[in-house]
């Protein structure tokens, strides 16, 4: 049995449609070149080689005016693809073909095999706190204009699934080729780079699009599955999943986050919710007609025939003023805020819990139960805020703003400081009653910067922000620092500040530096038992290498789990984590289980980023079941937690990670050659005019490899399939293990160990996508005689690391038991390989033929660019 039949029909059906629609712009010839590119790539990949080398012909002979609607039939088709295997992962058919059981029915089937008793489950559930924070990606390729026409483009291939008459079936096909055509009429690179604010939009449009459906549809799923298993549903008030944002409150190396746009954002975020939460309500009010109503709900409304209607009209009209007030608030700075606004969430509560409540004590409960429970359910996860927003700055900032107080005070330097005297002056000020800075103070405007970004937090309040996150935090000072600034701006609540611990050496240095911060009697007072750290996977992955990352990872929180434990404080681990392998990625479930016994305890904060929110949760079945992933993997992980690792294995990780991070330094460290390699063989200095992200590329723009920002790092090499930073170093130590006799060990932690059995699945996926072929043909035409020995060196690694990872997990073939994520990754690869040799054609004009370079060719550049992260998926 073919169990992608089905997927393959509906791939076959879109690319069908967007035919009609090249045909119907451009005419016959240009959609028999498509079509011709395509067979032969098809040919070439099923290893007739004669047809590989007359597909680079013909991608190489395209006139300049071919260039374009060859590269955009690719790059629309890859997105077309992507959706269709979306909508198949949660179609009907697609979910008895791919044999994954539902996330929440296999959790629970766990459990009960291991006859846990109901308590424990219960308390786990009450317990069960992750929160998802939305951050911008430099490297997410695909406009808000674009993924709302894929999302009705599923809805077509949805109904598509029903049994519909000849007639019907002929409007939903007329209407894919309404979209279809809509999609190619419009341009896929933007005109400009998004603004922070055009970022902070698209996280509010994937809300209204996708997760307002979603988390209630999931939370009554896992209210029935608890039923079911322990008598005891969620409470009402039960929030086990939250969201918070980094768009629009992430300044580190971004100069355009300022604290206009962050004040600009959070009244947009409040703007958007009252707007959804109006239209709620005036569903809820057309529904809700009964007349009978509890003495409490007549208490309040008086004895009116429609008691429910009457009061949620009132909170109806006042959401509607509260949105047209911040309409005007958005375009003046200081516009004073009316008393009777909606502004606090218990405002929005209140009368839909009187109105449950009556519901309930009038016999109706399966009234109460329905809409009226599910709005109540995204009062509970989004509020009126939707999105909780971070605050993300670098330490030297904040160590900035006291050095150049300290000098206007004459007290010298602060910058210059040791850490005793620097957190001597800080805690002497913290514990201090009158105000640190004098009004006769004038900062400098970077300095000013600082302070108005904490005036705006003390101004918008705790349910509209979440977390203060430090980058390159490494000293308690970093953290006192940012306390210090907070109380001068008379923020009045406690608001969590993070420390971010990115680099190899950061993260070595975690638990010491957390373990002092924790023996500050002042500081163990404020923070009330609770604490938040970030951990961060990009920079220490470029730093170091997966190898060395990942164990650094491990056991930074091995360890922070324990001082936490014993200083009596609620830890909780924030998790920033990117799409790909190099940036911590991959599978949720499996990573959340394969991280340290007791790390979950505090709940789960990760980031989720561009490209990848709309992988999990573009599509509103989509999210429901990327939520329920992360819910059963938390609770498995919370009641089964993985067993705590031997000191054989912690000692032979150590010898892996030391390896491979001296095999992957020796590379991109300390080879004289790789930079220029790096810079001729990958689209990495072009990259920097696709207009993606909000931040720049690089923190220095002058600097070398690192000075590069993690994410554009990554996406380089996955545009030529190199794929370095996710394997380089790892293949090279664990070959050093087996020369050494250590197969045995290598067996038992895949097999005992999740943490290391996360590891090698990681690689077998990265092997399946990395490309030696493609990476050749990068290095053939753009690479210099002078440097292309280190490709060939790089390639030869990767055969060799790939059939070492074969013979270690004893298997022919990679992905055996990811075979569904294998068959995906072939399906694209026919369209990804037109694309890089076209790629490499444009690079080749630009850099060595500038003369014949126009505005058509450095679109059809960036499309390529933008087309390949498509097919590639995880791109950074």
């Known amino acids: 049995m073919d169990h992608y039949a089905a997927l393959r029909a509906n791939v076959s059906l879109l690319g069908t449609k967007l035919g009609e629609t090249i045909r119907g712009q451009l005419g016959n010839a240009v959609l028999e070149r498509v079509e011709q590119i395509r067979l032969l790539s098809k040919a070439g990949r099923q290893g007739e080689e004669l047809q590989a080398e007359q597909l680079k012909q013909v991608l190489r002979s395209l006139t300049d005016d071919e260039l374009l609607p060859v590269a955009r039939a690719f790059a629309q088709f890859l997105n077309l693809a992507n959706l269709a295997e979306q909508h198949y992962t949660i179609s009907r058919i697609g979910q008895a073909s791919i044999e994954k059981p539902e996330p929440l029915q296999e959790l629970f089937s766990l459990l009960d095999s291991k006859q846990l008793n109901s308590a424990a489950v219960e308390q786990a559930a009450a317990n069960l706190s992750i929160e998802l924070v939305l951050t911008a990606h430099p490297t997410e390729v695909s406009r808000r204009t674009l993924i709302h026409k894929l999302t009705e483009i599923a809805g077509c291939l949805s109904e598509l699934e029903q049994d519909l008459t000849t007639q019907q079936q002929q409007k939903v096909e007329v209407r894919l080729s309404e979209l279809i055509a809509q999609a190619w009429h419009t341009n896929e690179i933007r005109e400009q780079r998004p603004t922070p604010v055009d970022e902070a939009k698209s996280g509010f449009a994937v809300i209204e699009a996708s997760l307002w459906y979603a988390v209630p549809d999931f939370l009554r799923e896992l209210d029935t599955k608890l039923i079911d298993a322990t008598g005891t549903g ?186 005793a005297a620097r957190q001597a002056f800080l805690l002497t000020e913290l514990a201090n009653r009158r105000p640190l800075f004098p009004t006769t103070w004038q900062p400098s405007a970077e300095v000013q910067e600082v302070l108005d970004t904490c005036a705006t937090i003390a101004h918008h309040g705790s349910e509209a922000l979440s977390t203060y996150v430090i980058s390159m935090a490494g000293k308690p000072s970093d953290v006192l620092a940012v306390q210090l600034l907070l109380k001068e701006a008379d923020v009045s609540f406690s608001m969590p ?74 830890l909780t681990l924030f998790h920033g984590r990117g799409g790909t392998i190099g940036r911590g990625g991959g599978p949720a479930h499996a990573a959340i289980l394969s991280q340290p016994p007791g790390s979950l305890a505090g709940g789960l904060r990760v980031t989720e980023q561009g490209e990848m929110i709309r992988f999990k949760f573009g599509l509103p079945k989509l999210a429901e079941r990327s939520l329920a992933l992360y819910a059963s993997a938390v609770l498995e992980g919370m009641l089964l937690p993985p067993p705590v690792p031997k000191q054989s294995w912690r000692d032979f990780m150590q010898q892996l990670a030391d390896d491979s991070c001296e095999a992957y330094r020796a590379v991109v460290r300390h080879n004289k050659d790789f930079v220029s390699y790096f810079r001729a063989a990958t689209p990495e200095q072009e990259l920097g005019q696709l207009p993606l992200g909000s931040r720049p590329a690089k923190r220095n723009p002058t600097g070398g490899v690192e000075s590069l920002r993690a994410i554009p790092w990554i996406f380089a090499w996955s545009q030529n399939r190199l794929m370095l930073p996710a394997w380089l170093g790892a293949g090279s130590a664990l070959a050093k293990a087996v020369q050494q006799n250590k197969t045995a060990l290598l067996d038992e932690m895949q097999q005992q160990w999740p943490f290391f059995a996360t590891r090698m699945s990681m690689l077998e996926m990265v092997y399946v996508k990395a490309d030696a072929e493609i990476a050749a043909y990068y290095d053939k035409i753009l690479v210099g005689a002078e440097l292309k020995h280190l490709g060939e060196s790089l390639r030869q690694q990767l055969a060799t690391d790939r059939e070492l990872l074969l013979q270690l997990i004893h298997s022919e073939t990679l992905m055996v038991k990811e075979s569904w994520i294998r068959e995906s990754i072939i399906l694209r690869n026919t369209y990804i390989d037109p694309l890089h040799i076209l790629q490499v054609e444009l690079l080749h004009r630009v850099r060595h033929q500038p003369e014949r370079v126009n505005p058509m060719i450095s679109r059809a550049l960036m499309v390529t660019i933008a087309g390949i992260a498509a097919g590639m998926r995880n791109s950074g």
């Not at 995204?378 to 971070?390: E, I, N, Q, V």
């Not at 957390?514 to 470029?542: F, P, T």
Request: with cysteine.
């Open 234 to 419: 969620l409470a009402l008030d039960a929030a086990p999943v939250k969201f918070s944002s980094w768009m629009g409150g992430d300044r580190d190396g971004n100069p355009f986050v300022t604290a206009k746009v962050t004040r600009q954002v959070l009244l947009l975020s409040r703007w958007k919710a009252a707007d959804l939460f109006a239209q709620d309500i005036d569903l809820l009010s057309s529904e809700l007609s009964m007349h009978q109503a509890n003495d409490a709900l007549r208490a309040v409304i008086g004895d009116v025939s429609e008691p429910y209607r009457l009061l949620l009209n009132k909170l109806r009209t006042g959401l509607l003023q509260t949105r047209d007030w911040l309409t005007e608030a958005l375009k003046h700075d200081r516009l004073q805020r009316p008393q009777d606004l909606i502004w606090h969430n218990q405002q929005l509560l209140t009368p839909l819990l009187l109105c449950h409540q009556s519901l309930l004590d009038c016999n109706m409960a399966v009234i109460a139960n329905g809409k009226l429970l599910d709005t109540i359910r995204r009062a509970y996860a989004f509020g009126l805020t939707l999105l909780k927003l971070d605050i993300r700055q670098d330490a030297d900032r904040h160590a900035q703003v006291f050095s150049e107080l300290t000098k206007y005070l004459g007290l010298g330097d602060y910058a210059a400081w040791d850490e």
């Open 497 to 570: 500040v993070a420390p971010l611990f990115e680099t190899l050496n950061d993260l070595q240095h975690a638990p010491d530096c957390m373990r002092k911060l924790l023996s500050i009697d002042w500081y163990r007072g404020y923070i009330n038992g609770k604490q938040e750290v970030m951990i961060g996977y990009s920079d220490s992955a470029k730093d170091a290498g997966v190898f060395a990352a990942a164990w650094a990872q491990y056991s930074a929180q091995e360890a922070l789990v324990a001082i936490c434990q014993q200083a009596n404080v609620r």
